[in-house]
């Protein structure tokens, strides 16, 4: 088959296409048939080593932890799934078995990484759920316990989190803020932000206060500017830096990091959802598999609105 793999972490010239072996799917494992694989800015940071002290890698590696495709086969005790079946799946960021990633022709998963792909949806349009759909549902309900009513401020909010967790916090019933540059405020209006921020133009800690809960897309001066837009005692989720306990203390709020793992049930509701046009995904732009160095490197560039899909079938 042919797939997308690095032999050694550097930057986006490190991604080589390249013909392997097809994987065989081992006990409670699928062997799904790709059609299309959304790239996630995590990608890079893998790829360039950034995250090798706690996800140490089998080289060469094949890159990728969300798809949508069809079921090939199935391991022994699969009980959920048969061939032909139609899935998504958000693989476990240690997809390290058989060096199955989803930029390939064929991936390796397990039925705790998969659901049955959205009926309202076509292949490219539902691989991008896996990771940044399952990112924000998780981080807004189960890690920050987000309640209708409440006030979040949801950073970089065009983004491939961002588009989800906007549209699920007000599906919820909570008061939204969303920031993003100048060409992107109609676009939060549309998902349903209450209060656009421009964040080039306004210091969002002027118009963000006393919110229930930060996601923190950004860290750095970022996060370190959001402790202030907290009320007492509310919450600051980072998907991208651990925030400071001491910091939390001091201005009497909670603070944890997001880290993502697996969930069939989760990805099950937001099928659900999306299914029931309550929710929309957003397609920046369709490339080939053979392309994947270039959509890493318009990921890396940022500004892109929703997610940039990899095209596989």
């Known amino acids: 088959m042919k797939a997308i793999r690095f032999h050694n972490y550097g930057g986006p010239e490190v991604l080589r296409l390249e013909d392997i072996p097809r994987p065989v799917p081992g006990p409670g494992e699928l062997l799904i048939k790709v059609h299309a694989a959304s790239v996630n800015p995590v990608d890079g940071a893998v790829r360039q080593g950034y995250m090798q002290q706690f996800l140490p890698l089998k080289l060469p590696f094949v890159p990728g932890w969300d798809l949508s495709g069809v079921v090939e086969t199935i391991g022994a005790g699969v009980g959920k799934f048969k061939a032909g079946d139609e899935v998504i799946a958000a693989l476990a960021l240690d997809h390290n078995r058989n060096g199955s990633g989803s930029y390939a022709e064929y ?59 906007v549209q699920f916090a007000h599906w919820k019933g909570a008061h939204v803020l969303g920031t993003a540059s100048a060409e992107n405020q109609e676009f ?100 080939p598999l053979a392309e994947a160095r270039r959509a890493q490197e318009m990921v890396a560039a940022g500004h892109v609105r929703g997610k940039i899909v990899l095209k596989v079938v």
Request: aromatic content about 6%; some cysteine; hydrophobic content about 45%.
């Open 107 to 165: 991936s390796i998963v397990t039925e705790e990484e998969t659901a049955a792909k959205p009926r309202t949806l076509d292949h490219v349009q539902a691989s991008t759920i896996g990771v940044a759909g399952l990112t924000a549902w998780r981080a807004l309900f189960e890690t920050a316990q987000l309640a209708a009513g409440q006030k979040v401020l949801i950073h970089r909010a065009a983004g491939g989190v961002g588009t989800f967790a």
């Open 188 to 287: 939060l209006r549309q998902l349903g932000v209450d209060q656009p921020i421009d964040y080039k133009k306004t210091r969002f800690e002027d118009i963000a206060r006393y919110v229930d809960v930060v996601l923190d897309t950004f860290g750095g001066e970022v996060q370190e500017r959001s402790w202030k837009t907290l009320r007492k005692g509310g919450i600051l989720v980072s998907l991208v830096a651990p925030p400071a306990a001491d910091q939390a203390a001091r201005h009497g709020v909670r603070a944890t990091m997001h880290y993502n793992s697996p969930s069939a049930a989760a990805l099950a509701e937001i099928v659900k959802l999306l299914d029931s046009g309550r929710c929309k995904v957003f397609v920046d732009k369709v490339l």
